[in-house]
């Protein structure tokens, strides 16, 4: 099993530009979830989907953000415009819900710096 | 969810026992106590849950007081590679939709050779 995969593992971009992050869920998980974490507010949950749908997006700062999860095995964060304040590291992780059981398997994150 | 408290930061010997403590004092009876722990540079990582009985597996121990107020978490030969945030999460059992887990800011653990 892979595990959770994320894409770019870095990303550097200037302010204004659109930012996509990428995220495939392990095959068979049910939920999936994208987090944000930096030094000042830790670990913050941006936004999470159960079966594609989007349950809960009270953790997306702004209208800037968007997130989509078009089928079961891929899901993308959109920032536009990006600024210099979003800069953190973003994690995808996902889970299978089963008997209420809520093991979270993480990807690798994503470290995006906007200049 | 019921909230808790961790200590900000500990320390341990390497080879020595490490024990995390948490305080959940408001939490309810159907909620679980779940711990994660986040190596630097990687994403948190699933160590073990808990409701009431106190839990083994092979990365640690939980161990829950009788009225469910706190737990430690225990690490019990603590290496160079345990050195990470540990967090402690509470949160319900059967929440129908809502699979949030809310994040502290944790316990940083550094074990020293």
């Known amino acids: 099993d892979a595990g959770v995969i994320q894409s770019p593992r870095h990303e550097v971009t200037e302010m204004g530009q659109e930012v996509t992050l990428r995220c495939k869920p392990i095959s068979g998980h049910n939920s999936l979830f994208w987090y944000r974490q930096t030094m000042m507010r830790g670990l913050e949950l941006l936004i999470y989907f159960n079966n594609n749908v989007p349950i809960d997006d009270s953790g997306m700062p702004e209208d800037r953000f968007s997130a989509k999860m078009p089928n079961a095995s891929f899901s993308t964060l959109k920032i536009q415009p990006s600024e210099p304040r979003d800069s953190a590291v973003y994690f995808c992780?996902?889970?299978?819900?089963?008997?209420?059981?809520?093991?979270?398997?993480f990807g690798p994150g994503t470290r995006l710096t906007v200049l | 969810d019921a909230k808790t408290t961790q200590p900000p930061s500990m320390d341990c010997a390497e080879g020595r026992a490490a024990n995390l403590p948490c305080n959940h004092s408001?939490?309810?009876?159907?909620?679980?106590v779940y711990w994660y722990r986040q190596i630097h540079s990687q994403g948190p990582q699933y160590i073990i849950h808990g409701l009431k009985n106190n839990e083994t597996n092979e990365m640690a121990s939980l161990i829950i007081t009788e009225d469910r107020k706190s737990s430690t978490l225990i690490l019990p030969h603590a290496t160079l590679r345990d050195t990470a945030v540990y967090y402690c999460?509470?949160?319900?059992?059967?929440?129908?939709?809502?699979?949030?887990?809310?994040w502290g800011l944790g316990t940083s653990l550094a074990v020293n050779p």
């Open positions: 999460i509470v949160r319900p059992h059967n929440a129908g939709n809502n699979r949030k887990l809310i």
């Open positions: 408001t939490i309810s009876g159907n909620e679980y």
């Open positions: 992780a996902s889970s299978l819900w089963a008997s209420g059981y809520n093991e979270q398997f």
